[in-house]
């Protein structure tokens, strides 16, 4: 795995936030991000997460409610994946304002508009 997203789930604390995003996301200037974007589509926001989720306890998750339509088949992803895990559906642009929020933020190169997901860092125990 790539050796700043290791560092940064291993730095996550309880309720800490980590967001998988696409290009077009706009980041907060204060927010680390760690851009593995690397042409259009590479890497795919499925590969990222899997990546992620196979690493991060997670509480919860927030997406934008706009990913039921124009990302329904990335959501259904998400979903499957983390069934049992509570979620919360907001407006994109409410979803925009949580972002200064975020300890990190991994900008992939997905396309699929509104292809993104905060992840809410739980605990195992």
């Known amino acids: 795995m790539n050796t700043d997203i290791c560092c940064a789930i291993s730095s996550l604390g309880h309720t ?3 967001v998988i995003a696409d290009p077009g996301l706009p980041i907060p200037d204060h927010v680390t991000v760690i851009d593995i974007s690397l042409v259009k589509g590479v ?3 499925t590969e990222v997460f899997d990546a992620v989720t196979g690493e991060l306890v997670i509480d919860s998750y927030i997406y934008a409610e706009e990913m039921e339509s124009s990302g329904a088949e990335l959501l259904k992803y998400v979903q499957d994946r983390l069934a049992g895990v509570p979620a919360q559906k907001i ?3 409410d979803l ?3 972002l200064p929020k975020a300890k990190v933020i991994i900008r992939t190169g997905e396309c699929t508009p509104y292809a993104n997901v905060i992840l809410e ?3 195992n125990f």
Request: hydrophobic share 25%; charged share 20%.
């Open 16 to 18: 800490d936030y980590l």
């Open 121 to 123: 860092g739980g605990v």
């Open 43 to 45: 890497p795919g926001f």
């Open 96 to 98: 925009k304002h949580i």
């Open 91 to 93: 407006p994109h642009e």
